[in-house]
């Protein structure tokens, strides 16, 4: 083998670590149809960003983070970040202020992800 190519190959080693930690962080996003555990509640949309559509290139699912703040929390304080991916009309759909259903945990009530399924369904019927 060349050296030139053998130093090339090395130098783009860490990079190639980089790609495959992102992805397997990616890979265990939750799923729009596996909502997470816990109980049913609602929560407000505080921020969002992530994946935009892109001309041209067909996406079944958009990647999103969003910080949510439960509807009933009485202080309206305490907020939670998490990450889903949504099917191209819940994704477009997505607003700050609009309130969400999500899923909590038993007793603390803090907020494990969105219920994406519920989600979708939610704006599949607001639309139709």
């Given amino acids: ?4 190519v053998a130093a090339a190959t090395c130098d783009h080693a860490p990079m190639l670590g980089g790609i ?23 929560a407000t949309v505080v921020y969002y960003f992530g994946d935009e ?16 703040r439960l509807t009933d929390d009485p202080q309206g ?8 991916y949504l099917v191209r009309q819940a994704h477009q759909a997505l607003r700050t202020g609009m309130d969400i259903p999500v899923r909590v945990k038993p007793g603390t009530r803090a907020i494990v992800g969105i219920d994406s399924e519920a989600f979708e369904a939610e704006v599949v019927a607001a639309a139709g």
């Fill in 20 to 42: 495959r930690k992102r992805l397997g962080s990616l890979l265990s996003m939750p799923r729009p149809g596996t909502p997470p555990e816990g109980d049913p509640a609602r």
């Fill in 1 to 4: 083998m060349h050296p030139g």
């Fill in 77 to 84: 304080a305490r907020t939670t970040t998490v990450e889903t």
């Fill in 53 to 68: 559509p892109v001309a041209g290139v067909r996406q079944d699912f958009y990647w999103r983070t969003v910080e949510l």
